[in-house]
């Protein structure tokens, strides 16, 4: 599976899983993505630290 912010591949028991209540959910790699996307609401194409390995 995919990270929802960053786009990297994640395995299954890293992943952090949020499911929202209107039944969207998300998958992210770290905390960290995890507080990007929904607390600080970043759009990924401006975070200089997403796919900077490709
Ligand atoms: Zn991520």
Known sequence: MKCTFCGDEVKIHKAIIYYQS????????????????????????KVKWVNKNG
């Open 22 to 45: 209107n039944g969207k959910s998300y998958v992210f790699c770290s905390s960290k993505c995890r507080r990007s996307m929904l607390i600080l609401n970043r759009d990924p194409k």
